[in-house]
C-alpha cells in the first residue's frame, strides 16, 4: 500500500509538473521509472493493468491515520459486542425460563437505560471540564510543572493539549477525562509535591495515553451499558416489591430481577478486564515518551505514601477507573486496576502488555476503506 501510495504520488507530481492532462499511460511510464530511481519494486497492479485510471493519492501518513484509526475503534467495537452477547443470553435465557413478557421487559430496561445514559454524557457539554470540576478541579493555579508536563506530552503523542486541572488534595492522584475539545488531565497537589518532575511527566504521560487511546470515551460508554443492566435490575426490583403487595406474575418479576443482577455481575466484570487492560497500554505510553523508571518510581512512590483517599476517592463509584492509582476492592477479581506489582513488573519487561497492533485484516480494511473513499 505504501509502495503504490509512493508511485502515485509521483505520478501527480509529475503530471502536474508537465502541465498534463493525467494520461494513464504516461503516468504509468513515470511511476515504473520513479520506483526504478527509488531502487523500490515497480507497482505491478499498474503496469499490468494500463487501462485503470490511477486515482489514489494517499500521503502514508494518512494511510497511518486511518490503520490508527481502524485499530483504536476495535475494543469499543469488542465492548459493544460483549454486551450485546450478554444481553442477548440473558434476554433467551428469560424467554425460556419464564416466557416472552419477563424476557421484553428486561430487554427494554438494558435498551432504554444504556440510551438515556448514553444521551446524558453526549448531551450534556463540557464533558471532561465538568469531570474535572466534579472532582473539586480547577484551572486557577495549575502549576508550571503540570502545564509543561500536558504540554510536551501531548506534543510528543501528536495530539492536541488537552486543557490542564489541578485538584487542591492531598491524595497523589491523576485522571484524564472528556473527548474531543472538551478533554482534560488533572492531577492533585498530593501528586505534584510528592513526586519529581521526571516522575510527574510520566504520570501525566499515561494519562495522555488514555486519551490518546479514546479510553475515555469508552470507559463513558462502559458506564453507559452498565447502567442499562442497572435498570433492568432496578426494574425487577420494583415488580417484586409491587407483586409482594399484587400476588400476582411474582415469577415474572423474581426472573427479572434475578438477571437484572447477573448481568450487572457480568457488565461489571467486562469494565474491568477492559479497564486494566487500558492500565497496562496508557503505562506503555508513559515508558515510550518519558521513562519506564520514573512511571516505575511515581508507582512505588504513591503506594509507599499510604496517603488516605480523600475527595477523589469520594467519586469512586462512578470514576474509580479513570485514576492513575486506584485500590480499590479487598478482591484482586474486582479490583479496576492492576497490581503495582503488576505494572512495574511489565514496565521492566520492556515490553509491556498494551494494545496490540492491529490485527492483519484491521489493516486489511483500513487499506479497503482508503481505496474506496478515494
Ligand atoms: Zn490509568
Redesign the pocket.
Known sequence: MRLRTQCLLLCATNAAALQLQPAPQLILLLCATNAAALQLQPAPQLIKRPHQQPRVILTTEQVEKLERSVAAALPAVGQWAAFGGVVSAFTGFLWGWAGLPAAGLYASSVASGTAWALAWDHIMPGGGRRVAEMMGGTTVGVPCSVRDAVAKTAAAAKMPAPAAYIVPTKEPN???AGRGRDRVVAVTQGLVDLLDRRELEAVVA??V??LKHG?TGRAAQAAAMLSGLSAAKRAGDRMVANKRKEKSDASVAAALAAAGAASSAAGLLLRLAG?RR??FA??AVAAQFVDAGALAGALKKIEAAGAPRDKLHARAGAYA????SNDDGPSRWLRT?PTVEARINALKSGAPPGRAPPPAWARFAAEAVAESVS
Open positions: 491523576a485522571f484524564a499515561h494519562e495515553g488514555h479510553d479497564s487500558d492500565e496508557a503505562d477507573h479513570a485514576y492513575f486496576h
